[in-house]
């Protein structure tokens, strides 16, 4: 054997175009570039150039392209990672459908149901599977356990589900808007995760407000959902607690309770004065490293693997549901009443 043939046969990596590259964008950049096997980061595009020539600075052989347009067609991208505002991903997602390149998207797909569905139709009329959303909780090994835990039936028949979602602080400009699409959507995804239905109505109950909270930000928020089976879900999204980053979910069963989040290796019940304490991550970079790093991987195998899509991954049909659930608890929050979740039909 040449060694022209040796190095033929040998799997190329793949080559990964970044669109945003913020704190997310830059964050996955890292992780493609230090920890990703089978991958490397080939171009990256920011709205703002200094950004995006600082973080391409970072990964050997990126190059600097100036619209998100040029990467998805790029002949040095085999895969797009969509990093930019929720407002883009529409637009993005269905140009690299268009281009046949797998296309993995920061959630959320979209900031409203017809441009989510608009997503799905594009992917259906392409007759392939290319988009992954990034619900990356669903690689999280709690998440995981408590999944397998509900399949087994360990807690029986899951009658409640009660979310905690609290971060330390928000970006400037986060309205009421984010903390449903940004922050909710993840709970509301887990609701067709754990109990493989989503929720059918949602109704948004507003108590007094923070004042840490910007002019107008309604935190904390509870959010109550059901399902068709007769499930009940709340979540308190409290995102401008002050303190750090804390995400939980309590199952209850007709035949038992699961609980993840609590991170009991952190609480120390022995501080002088005997108070109950300990820590909580800063935010939900190194909560979810490891959920991340997974998902980023079991992507890249996907695609070497000819799926495009890995197994545990949310689809664009899972953006879809998210967004439309996550209209209706924008809708409830000016009424505060429950509000229907309207869908389309699925493609089939
Ligand atoms: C942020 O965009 C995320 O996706 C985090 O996971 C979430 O916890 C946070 O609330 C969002 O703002």
């Not at 808007?177 to 995804?189: K, L, P, Q, W």
Request: aromatic share 6%.
């Amino acid at each position: 054997m040449t060694p022209q043939e040796t190095q033929q046969d040998l799997p190329r990596d793949l080559r990964i175009g970044v669109i945003g590259v913020g704190r997310m964008g830059a964050d996955h950049v890292e992780r493609i570039t230090r920890r990703t096997k089978g991958a490397r980061v080939s171009a990256i595009n920011d709205f703002r150039r200094e950004t995006a020539e600082q973080v391409a600075a970072s990964a050997p052989g990126a190059r600097v392209v100036d619209s998100p347009e040029e990467l998805i067609a790029a002949d040095e991208v085999d895969a797009v990672l969509i990093t930019s505002p929720g407002q883009f991903h529409r637009d993005q997602a269905i140009a690299c459908i268009d281009a046949g390149k797998p296309v993995l998207c920061e959630k959320p797909l979209a900031m409203n149901p017809a441009d989510a569905y608009d997503v799905v139709r594009a992917e259906h009329a392409s007759g392939q599977r290319y988009v992954s959303l990034g619900f990356m909780r669903r690689f999280d090994a709690e998440y995981a356990e408590l999944k397998d835990a509900l399949e087994a039936g360990e807690v029986g028949t899951p009658m409640v589900l009660n979310c905690k979602h609290r971060n330390a602080e928000v970006p400037p400009g986060f309205t009421d808007a984010h903390m449903v699409y940004d922050s909710a959507v993840h709970e509301i995804d887990a609701i067709s995760f754990f109990l493989d239905e989503p929720a059918t109505s949602v109704q948004t109950i507003i108590p007094r407000s923070t004042e840490n909270a910007p002019d107008g930000l309604h935190d904390p928020m509870l959010l109550l959902f059901r399902t068709a089976s007769g499930v009940v879900v709340t979540d308190e999204l409290y995102v401008n607690t002050g303190a750090g980053y804390e995400v939980r979910t309590e199952v209850v069963g007709s035949r038992g309770t699961a609980t993840i989040g609590l991170d009991i290796s952190r609480v120390t019940t022995q501080q002088p004065g005997g108070t109950w304490g300990g820590s909580v991550p800063a935010d939900f970079r190194p909560r979810f490293v490891a959920a991340y790093d997974a998902e980023v991987q079991a992507w890249v195998d996907a695609i070497a693997a000819g799926t495009n899509i890995a197994e545990r991954s949310a689809t664009a049909w899972d953006g879809y549901l998210a967004a439309a659930v996550c209209d209706a608890a924008e809708k409830s929050l000016t009424s505060q009443d429950a509000i229907e979740v309207q869908l389309e039909a699925r493609p089939a």
